[in-house]
């Protein structure tokens, strides 16, 4: 069952601490950016998971949506684009401002506009550890009704953030297993992924023009590949009609985020004359995250004068770039030639199958069992790790669970190590696998102080007294 969790967007001015706030909410170290790929943006997307007192568990996507903007545009345009995001695809909205300004007319454009959208809507107050920090009586005109005094700096309000959005928030829905394979689309504007689309589809189901931006929303179309049910979703075009001259469509990182959720494979389109930026980087990483299989496509192969070593050349640079999602297959394409389109089929098809696939235990605790006499995983003193066995708890994408003892101390370089010998057992290419590990000394803990009356009852408390 594929899980689609809810999204959270942060709007407001630069200034309201926005960045601060963002990496508190995420722990910082759980943002999602391609740190092997050496990018050095501010964050705009993250996965949250937070543990209430109340034995829950909650689990969303935080995005600042102005992560992504031209700082240029001017601020209500930038804004305006920033809500219909919102709007659109959010299931609550953060409005963020700062705590020492009064706040004027552009804030109160963004509150009466986070409003209208009908969602959710949160104020947060931010930088109340600063001198001159207003109190609540002065944002109230805004007209938001709760309001939650942070300092993002110092952690205060975080977890009332938090608690609010956990009563907010729907429950990560689970789409039901209908047998349809659902392919998104993704990329940068102009990546070519409506004239990618139509080849699939085969008939001109979306609209495509040399302007960017002509599509609008997310397109949706079903085709049948040996007797199989595929939805296409293409992702392209965020522009309304009558803003196209102010240059390419802006990218929609909630629109993206979206589609990446509803998805079981990404296709991650990228021009093959503007390789290898950030920004896919970035999305390749929210891909992998997020538990899809993933296919990087260059498109318009056609329009690139090459020789016999061009393939190779490019081959290389970009696995060098993604080499944090190693099992993504490259392909180069042509819309207008029709080159290896029908391919992308076949390549899907096949990385659905190796999801599902399941693996023998015997097999996968002889692999451990060999892989920890060859490499023993490095610890502290009198605390190294044991790896007692492993075995899959799930499918789509596929789920390993380990079992032992002092497993805080497995470096991650330790788990990339047994991820690499489970790829060459089983052929995974195409898909992510994700690794748990538990730790059984630490379950007995648990346990006794529960029982003791020392520790609150959470989820995974519970599931531990379970077993």
């Not at 300004?101 to 550890?129: F, H, M, Q, S």
């Not at 080159?339 to 390549?347: C, I």
């Amino acid at each position: 069952m594929a899980v689609k969790l809810p999204t959270v967007a942060i709007i407001g001015r630069a200034n309201a601490g926005k960045s601060s706030l963002f990496n508190r909410l995420v722990k910082k170290q759980q943002a999602i950016v391609a740190r092997e790929a050496g990018t050095t943006r501010d964050n705009v997307i993250g996965k949250v998971t937070y543990h209430h007192s109340e034995s829950k568990e909650s689990q969303f996507w935080l995005v600042d949506t102005a992560g992504l903007k031209d700082p240029q545009d001017e601020f209500e345009a930038n804004i305006q684009d920033q809500i219909e995001e919102a709007a659109e695809a959010a299931d609550v909205i953060l409005v963020a401002v700062d705590s020492t300004e009064y706040p004027g007319e552009d804030v109160r454009l963004v509150a009466k506009k986070a409003l209208k959208t009908k969602k959710p809507v949160i104020l947060v107050v931010n930088k109340i550890d600063l001198k001159g920090s207003l109190p609540n009586d002065e944002f109230r005109r805004l007209g938001i009704k709760q309001i939650i005094r942070t300092s993002a700096e110092h952690a205060n309000g975080i977890s009332e953030v938090l608690d609010s959005l956990a009563e907010l928030l729907p429950a990560a829905n689970e789409s039901e297993d209908d047998d349809t394979l659902r392919v998104s689309l993704i990329g940068r504007p102009n990546a070519g992924k409506s004239n990618l689309f139509n080849r699939l589809v085969g008939k001109q189901k979306a609209i495509v023009a040399n302007v960017a931006g002509t599509t609008r929303d997310l397109n949706r179309t079903h085709v049948r590949f040996h007797g199989r049910s595929i939805e296409l979703i293409d992702t392209a075009g965020v522009r309304r009609q009558g803003k196209q001259e102010r240059g390419i469509e802006k990218f929609s990182v909630l629109r993206t985020i979206q589609a990446i959720e509803e998805s079981d494979i990404c296709l991650l389109l990228m021009d093959a004359n503007e390789l290898n930026t950030q920004l896919d980087q970035r999305l390749a990483g929210i891909i992998d995250e997020a538990g899809k299989g993933l296919v990087i496509v260059v498109s318009k192969w056609d329009t690139i004068e090459k020789d016999d070593k061009t393939r190779d050349y490019l081959a290389n640079k970009i696995s060098y770039s993604f080499k944090f999602v190693p099992w993504a297959p490259l392909i180069f394409t042509s819309s207008i030639t029709g080159q290896n389109v029908s391919k992308l089929y076949e390549l899907i098809t096949e990385i659905d199958t190796r999801r599902k696939q399941e693996t023998k235990t015997r097999v996968l605790n002889d692999l451990l069992q060999k892989a920890t006499i060859k490499h023993p995983p490095a610890g502290l003193k009198n605390t190294h790790p044991k790896l007692r066995y492993i075995v899959q708890t799930d499918t789509a994408p596929p789920w390993f669970v380990i079992h032992g003892s002092n497993l805080k101390f497995v470096h991650w370089s330790y788990k990339r190590y047994l991820e690499r010998l489970v790829r060459e057992t089983y052929d995974y290419s195409g898909t992510p696998i994700k690794f748990s590990f538990r730790d059984e000394k630490q379950i007995k803990e648990n346990k006794k102080r529960i029982l003791e009356g020392k520790a609150p009852v959470t989820k995974a408390y519970k599931k531990a007294l379970n077993e």
